[in-house]
């Protein structure tokens, strides 16, 4: 690590898990560390990145894709911004290092619009609303904060 001047990390749960993997996969051309988890909530993806980099006093930059799992676990907005603040927090505190999350895509197991006509099933929980206020909220906390701590 003494040679490393900035580490980069995407963490992810289920979205980005061996997306890379085909027959022809070859490697990264330039290194980016991939910590994935299928089914891990946002908090699980925050103990992850402490149990391997919170040790580390190199700066890092950290990417976000996940969430998807907090919704599915019915979390609600508020609990699922408090995540994101403390995984923010944990990564501001190193200093130099960026923190970055992605906002969530909307799949139809959760999200409904008229367009898409009749919901699937009598019972279906449309979600849309809420992920579209978190999605939101994810932008306003990122373009409020100085996400490069020095």
């Not at 992810?12 to 994935?36: L, V």
């Amino acid at each position: 690590m003494k040679d490393v001047k900035r580490l980069k990390i995407c963490l992810s749960s289920s979205t980005m898990n061996e997306f890379w993997m085909d027959d022809k996969y070859e490697g990264d051309r330039i290194h980016i560390d991939w910590c994935t988890s299928p089914g891990a909530e946002l908090s699980t993806l925050e103990h992850m990145w402490r149990v391997d980099y919170g040790d580390i006093t190199v700066p890092m930059d950290v990417l976000i894709i996940g969430g998807l799992i907090d919704i599915i676990k019915n979390r609600s907005r508020e609990q699922f911004m408090e995540a994101v603040e403390s995984f923010y927090k944990a990564v501001a505190a190193k200093e130099g290092s960026t923190f970055v999350m992605a906002t969530m895509f909307y799949p139809p197991q959760m999200c409904w619009t008229p367009d898409d006509g009749k919901p699937p099933t009598p019972n279906y929980v449309n979600k849309y609303e809420m992920m579209v206020k978190i999605n939101d909220d994810i932008i306003e906390l990122l373009q409020d904060k100085d996400t490069v701590v020095s």
